[in-house]
């Protein structure tokens, strides 16, 4: 059995990272996985929230929000609603933890990088899509604070990539696009390190529970696309890239 | 005396209209004036207001929103705040009575057309672009409706546009960049028609009083700029165009 | 064709400035323009909005409410509904411009002055009439501090005024009450100083685009109406109006 | 000892009730007791809350806020809080409570009487001089409904006053100005019937607990006040206090 | 005529204290009224509120609120709603008077005692329960401020217990649970002192006014009532009730 | 290396269910897993949601919250502060998904089980706690359904169970108390069925990411603890449980 787009079941969608997307931002770029298009940056803020004040580390927090056009049917604003629903607080909690995994907050100095994830286009895994392109443009918003000596040393520890997986129709799928993300009875969303580490796994069987086997089938997926995902990063970010892993290797 | 980037004081930014930017509005144009980008979307929704409710009339209403990303110190979410601030609710209601006053609403049947501006880089005048490029895209999900058969008949009586005025260093200038609109004593936002009338004047001299001789001065920058804005919206529309002014003439 | 109230065209309602109407803000003044009664009050707090801290600066702020009993179908409290509607924050935000317009902030010392507008019956022109009321109140406040030493020097450098005017069944009419104002294709607020200057022109043809012409027009008709406001503003502070104006001469 | 503005311990202030006040609200009163004054207003809508719907009952509701500049320091608008606080809701309640407790709200029909309460200027005694006032206001209400012949019979029980007293230095005083009020050790509110019953009675001892005897003394001023007040709202209601109690009477 | 559990017009529901019922706070006590169950516990903070700061005073402030299965008809969650209602509010706030009442401030150091009354399940009378049973925990915490010397000297002047009486089917009633609470035509909460003082006194006839001898008789059932409980705090508190009273005789 | 209370790594803490714990909700049960503590209930609602309002469908939502005494130091309400925050939401959506896939919605009827986690006492581990617990208030409230003959069968499909694991000091941890949560590098909620199935896997290594072999481990100690509280759940629901079984075998 084919998917919508002839995919394989262990295929990702066209990937396409846009970087300097945005004047403003120290780090801007758009990130699309098929129809799915993000606008993810890096803001550097010289001061950090309260519970880090005079601690001398740094901070990274993250925002997410789908315009109102992004989705099928109009989605309200949530400034409109006067608060923020539990499903974005959910995601920029997680896109948060992500990056804050792998930065090494001790030796960023008292700076805050925001990262805002703004959905122009939703078709599946704008979560996942948020991590992958964010972390982009966390490297180029460090990249400044380290070419203007504001920082000596790379805080960054690792690449970081997500992406979502799935049990749909009996059949575990990587990377699911809306519909068959709607249809899905099992749903995961799989983030990791350039070395094949885990940072956080989140699965959810609402529809029916899920057994082992099943689990280890989805995480193979996720392994394979997360691996696929952070060549991308690594080609895309070119000589950045190879200053990160040097360092590391140092 | 020239302008920081070697405009004539009469002359517009470069303008951009990208129409169908992203795929799930009925109308969805991004428009480029030099460094301001703002994406405008139509969404038609099959109910009104309750103040129309019965009474057979459609409705528009326009929200706008600036991504954090935007600006050069990152703009604080208004979702985040929890309240929609003043500048954001004045420019919200400008765009949608401009839409409004060039729309038939009683001919529409009981609809509502969601116009949302979201700016995703901002160099001054977002709010009269957000006008200009929200035309485009009002027209093309009115397009779908004519063609679909919901609508028998054009609602639409006029194109319309929207561009700043400033005096600033005691010169009138077309179309402010940001820098140049903080340094503006005087400052004028004029929407108008293909006919060359008003829908909206608004000008405040908040540093300074302006004379009524700085005030004509300031409306014949506007109206060159719109007639200007206005051939634009015609040459990227172009067959949409024609069938407006056609049905009009009829 | 006369109107309702048998005035002509170019006539202003029975204005009437009442000081000291209530006894705690340092200037209260109760402002009829016919049956439209909005009470004015200016009170002096001693500091100043986070941004204009260490600044030596002074700032003038405004706040505009609707009593619940003031308009013919009881208007909900904004404090019920949690929030303040975009028409209101419109309304505090022109008042407050309008006020700094013609105040040297910068020799004001770090104070801020209040200015409330709470309209207690309306019948349309009710932020033109704060406006014009307030300046009153605002000039009672400043003379306390002249006159406790606060300030050496009087830091307004203008009169302010306001009204409203548009046009109605095709004619231009000055100061509308509400049943014209309903009726009104254009409405436009100008407000000027008493040197013929305008501060702030708002003109809105939701209903209805207009002419070039009918903008002369309007604009002719606010010159008369802010013009004779001024002279009653001068004739109500007596002694005030006259030093006001010679200190300016110096 | 003599109270600061010479009054004996159980004399009230000057009261002053102003009818039609204002022109919107089909009853319109301006209570004055001393330096306090009050806008209260009864407003007919002709629904009522859910919980009512289908009853074939009426309501009474009441809200009060005090204007910004009815106190020495500003007092900030609830509305620019975004919440309305606990003193108010207190306020309100009390205010609800007490008219609806001599009102038949059986023979009403399905109408809401909006009763507001608007503090002008405040000098002690706010929610008591509300009661007062607003009850002379929903005379004047309920009157039109019956004129109009929307109402056959007078739904209205009783008169209602009220009046604070409380321990100042040691000694009990009727109807306490700010200025007594903010150094009083017990501070009671007493609302009463032209029956001389009591429909709400709450006193406080914060700053220290108060004997038996204390109460006692508090009562007795509580209605000896009471009954002064209930004989100006029969004087200034006039014919239709007679009206009132001669229905009653049959 | 008897009560629905046999009980007569003057005698309480069996009452039940539980020390200690949870471990974090420095006083905790479940307080059982028949059916009414209040978790209250006391907390000190080592902080005060603005208004307090560098006065060397203490503060102590209460909270309320109901689980929403402590209802028969399941309670809507104040933080759902997204507001406190204003029932929640006066109650929290008489809670807060009360306790503050027999306090003595001024010694007890710049701190906050939180006191968090929450409701486990309500059969009427859950806000007098709530004072009754917060005492004995605020003594709880304070005998810890003793103990680790950061207090020298008792800061409690009285012990204060509460207790609802009201008028059903015509007859005054002690302790009223929540069916007949629902029938009273007259609902009193009074608060009060060992001493036989009166702290608070709050009875409102909503559904009809009462008589002075009612109000007399409704006095008494109070007296009675909060004699009986505050000689059960005495018993439950053992020692400590000692140390308290040996040290305000001294 | 022993754990601060003498427990394996791979031990439970001692669990205790006390079923009818508060007598209004349909199903009542304080949980206590060591020192934390929660009241869980079930309470049924005759209607649903508007998006499955006519579908026939039932539906469970779960709502979480901490009393403020529940941890060491005092937790803000979210009421007091107006909004629920990050962590509370997706406390509450873990709770509601885990119950409603385990539950035939579609022969529910149109019915909304709300469950209530309450929080009384905190150690780590509440939020699994409250699943655990729920499951049993749940079925009690089922239990009412089925045997008032609303529902002819047991619409519930499975028993449902959660516990938390985590790496503390580089050793996999089964049931983590609030010391051992808070130095975690990897911390997982483990959502399971009595089948041996999983319905959510939450693992988070915000501190350092985790190899598979820490997740292989991890779920394995999930696995065990989650079969010894099915277990435990069996004995307390007893004939329930026996019932349920049968059910589902048939």
Same mark, same amino acid.
Do not use: F, I
């Given at each position: 059995m084919s998917r919508i787009d002839g995919r394989n079941h262990d295929e990702l969608r066209p990937v396409k990272f846009t970087r300097?997307?945005? #004047? $403003? !931002? $120290?780090g801007s770029v758009l990130i699309e996985m098929g129809d799915t298009k993000v606008i993810c940056t890096a803001m550097i803020e010289d001061k950090v929230p309260p519970f880090l004040k005079n601690t001398g580390k740094g901070w990274i927090t993250a925002e997410y929000s789908m315009l109102p056009s992004s989705t099928q049917s109009r989605k309200i604003r949530e400034s409109s609603r006067g608060k923020i629903d539990g499903r974005t607080q959910e995601i920029q909690r997680l896109i948060g933890r992500a990056l804050r995994s792998i930065v090494d907050l001790d030796t960023m100095g008292e700076k805050t990088i925001w990262i805002d994830c703004d959905v122009i286009? !939703?078709?599946?895994g704008t979560r996942t899509a948020s991590i992958t392109g964010a972390f982009v443009a966390l490297v180029d918003a460090v990249n400044i604070l380290m070419e203007n000596g504001t =920082?000596? #040393?790379?805080? =960054? #520890?690792s690449f970081v990539s997500a992406v979502s997986v799935g049990i749909v129709d009996g059949k575990p799928l990587l990377d699911l696009r809306y519909e068959e993300d709607s249809k899905a009875k099992v749903d995961m969303n799989i983030v990791m390190t350039d070395q094949g580490e885990f940072i956080e796994v989140q699965g959810t069987g609402e529809e029916a529970p899920f057994s082992k086997n099943d689990l280890m089938e989805l995480l193979a997926l996720g392994e394979k696309g997360n691996a696929e995902l952070i060549k991308m990063q690594k080609l895309v970010l070119g000589e950045l890239a190879d200053k990160l892993q040097n360092i590391r290797e140092e």
């Open positions: 300097n997307y945005t #004047k $403003q !931002a $120290q286009q !939703a078709d599946g =920082l000596q #040393k790379w805080p =960054l #520890k």
